[in-house]
Structures are given as C-alpha cells and as structure tokens.
C-alpha cells in the first residue's frame, strides 16, 4: 500500500465508507472487518463501544431482520485530511450520513431515517485503508428507533460501558 498518492488514498477512503453502507445494507455484521480494525473503539451518542466483536455483537442483535426489512445507508460530503504526505498511514474523515430502515414484524410499513455525522479515524493497514475510531453522532431522527434496537426501547447505559 506504501506509494499510494493523497488522491488515490482518499478514493480509497471514500469506497471503504461506501463498504460500510454496502455491509450494513446486506446485514452483513460479521464482515466488518473489511471496514474497521480490530482494536476499533465506536462511540456512538456519546457512549463507547470497544472493541470490532462488540460492533459486531451490536449489529447482529440491534439490527435483525425481525425488525428492519431492509435498510439504505449513505454517506456524503467526504471531508478527507490524509496525515502527511505520499504513504502516509494515518487519515481523519468527516462524513455526513443519512440512513433509512424499513420496518419488519411489528414494525412493518413503518420507516425509521436517522441523519448524522461520521467522524472516522483511519489506519492504514497491510489489508488497506481500516476504520480505528468511529464517533457517531445523530443530528434528527424520525420514526421509531426501537427498530434499530431489536424492537426494545434503546438502553445504552445496560448495553455498553461509557
């Protein structure tokens, strides 16, 4: 990977963040590691998520396809700053999101949209460019969220450290 030129590593920045609405979409939570590191840490709203099997825990318990039939995430408005020059192997990424989840079970018909921020930290590693730190911030919503929370009422405080 050592040669690649600021613009080439942005477009590569860009398609892993793209990867990630890919993966969410196909509900595709144990191939997340194509997009972050092993050592990642989310925090999301505030609250820590350590760990690649904990987002991927998360994934598989909060987003299944008893609640969501399906799902568009999308990202825009990439706001890439590579760290250094030419090989460098650090990268911060701002990215606005917009996603919109489809209901399943008792939620079907119902749409659930979240729109927000990305503030992603980037290593890169012998596999490519890999997300390290993810802050996660909701700016609106609209709908009910308990469909991104396997039907429950969202509980962060029982869910995750802080």
Partial sequence: MAGNDIHEDRWEIQQLLCRWCALVDAHRWNDMGEVFTDDVVGVYNGKEVPGLQTLIDSGNANMTRDTIARTQHNVLNFRIDVEGAQGADR??????????????????????SMWGEYDDHLRRTTAGWRIER?????????????MTFGGEEPDWEKKYRS
């Avoid at 990268?91 to 919109?100: G, P, S």
């Avoid at 993810?134 to 308990?146: A, I, K, P, Q």
Wanted: with cysteine; aromatic share 18%; glycine share 12%.
């Fill in 91 to 112: 990268a911060h990424c701002i990215t606005n999101y917009y996603a919109v989840h489809l209901g399943a079970g008792k939620f079907a018909g119902e749409l659930y």
């Fill in 134 to 146: 993810r802050d996660y911030t909701t700016f609106m919503v609209e709908g009910d969220d308990r």
